[in-house]
């Protein structure tokens, strides 16, 4: 067997040195993590790697932890950048509404939330007109498989169940329900919060309800999607809204009451149940 050359001992070097890297960032403890990915999603919007930064707001928002106000921000960025300004602009006004006017970037978010109302505008303007039969930049439409495509592209995932996963929860995220309605605290979670995760043609809807005492009680809904109609039904009353279990019609989700937002995570649970249906 050939010795080993002094460069490939160096290369050898190199990829143990990258593996312990890799080892010692896996185990940071979730609050150090949190940390890195906000420096990294800093440093890649601030050199416009859109790309780079929606890999790393992905993985903050898998991450079982508090983040910053900033998240918000910049996913909010990122969002427009990508021509979804219904996210981007709900993304901008919770860090609007955590941060407060002392936030590092609350000039900039409101100057992008102007943006986001000018470029709706001239979208619909140019959807009067007739000038565009493609798929209006400011609407994101309950079906279609450009829309899917483009949510893969802003998630980088590979499927449309992974892209419809990473979206519900990042929509989920916005809208915890909270008791006390008046104040909303960047370090105070809501009293209710849901997250959804897929295993084969089931969706699982996991809530988090806090109870007296700061202690969390967790519960999961399992729905199979077999045989399920996939227009899910959703209302707002009295500060509160609530999606409808396309099964039966009982409560399935209490959310916070901005409507808009409701029927966005109530269209695309329906869209998810459409894919998980059409995959079987």
């Known amino acids: 067997m050939a010795k080993p050359t002094r460069v490939t001992a160096l290369v050898r070097s190199m990829v143990l040195a990258s593996a312990l890297g890799a080892g010692q960032a896996a185990a940071l403890a979730p609050e150090h993590e949190v940390?890195?990915?906000?420096?990294?999603?800093?440093?890649?919007?601030?050199?416009?790697?859109?790309?780079?930064?929606?890999?790393?707001?992905?993985?903050?928002?898998?991450?079982?932890?508090?983040?910053?106000?900033?998240?918000?921000?910049?996913?909010?960025?990122?969002?427009?950048?990508?021509?979804?300004?219904?996210?981007?602009?709900?993304?901008?006004?919770?860090?609007?509404?955590h941060a407060g006017t002392d936030g590092q970037y609350y000039r900039e978010a409101l100057q992008l939330i102007t943006r986001i109302e000018k470029a709706r505008k001239e979208a619909d303007r140019?959807?009067?007109?007739?000038?565009?039969?493609?798929?209006?930049?400011?609407?994101?439409?309950?079906?279609?498989?450009?829309?899917?495509d483009s949510l893969r592209k802003l998630y980088l995932a590979d499927t449309d169940r992974e892209a419809l996963v990473l979206h519900l929860n990042?929509?989920?995220?916005?809208?915890?329900?909270?008791?006390?309605?008046?104040?909303?605290?960047?370090?105070?979670?809501?009293?209710?919060?849901?997250?959804?995760?897929?295993?084969?043609?089931?969706?699982?809807?996991?809530?988090?309800?806090?109870?007296?005492?700061?202690?969390?009680?967790?519960?999961?809904?399992?729905?199979?999607?077999?045989?399920?109609?996939?227009?899910?039904?959703?209302?707002?009353?009295?500060?509160?809204c609530w999606i409808y279990d396309p099964r039966n019609g009982d409560r399935l989700m209490q959310l916070s009451g901005n409507a808009e937002r409701a029927s966005e995570i109530a269209r695309n649970l329906g869209r998810l149940i459409r894919t998980l249906q059409n995959a079987g």
């Open 35 to 97: 940390r890195r990915l906000m420096l990294a999603t800093e440093e890649a919007v601030t050199s416009e790697q859109w790309g780079e930064a929606a890999g790393y707001l992905n993985r903050l928002q898998q991450l079982e932890a508090d983040r910053p106000a900033s998240y918000l921000f910049f996913r909010g960025k990122v969002m427009l950048q990508s021509a979804h300004y219904n996210e981007a602009r709900s993304a901008l006004e919770g860090y609007i509404k």
């Open 170 to 240: 990042s929509l989920l995220q916005l809208a915890g329900w909270r008791q006390n309605q008046t104040v909303v605290m960047l370090d105070a979670p809501p009293d209710i919060a849901y997250r959804v995760s897929v295993t084969g043609g089931t969706i699982q809807i996991q809530e988090a309800r806090r109870e007296q005492g700061d202690r969390i009680n967790h519960d999961t809904e399992t729905l199979d999607v077999f045989g399920v109609n996939p227009q899910v039904r959703w209302d707002c009353q009295s500060g509160t």
């Open 126 to 148: 140019a959807s009067a007109n007739g000038q565009g039969e493609s798929e209006p930049v400011a609407v994101i439409r309950p079906a279609g498989e450009e829309t899917l």
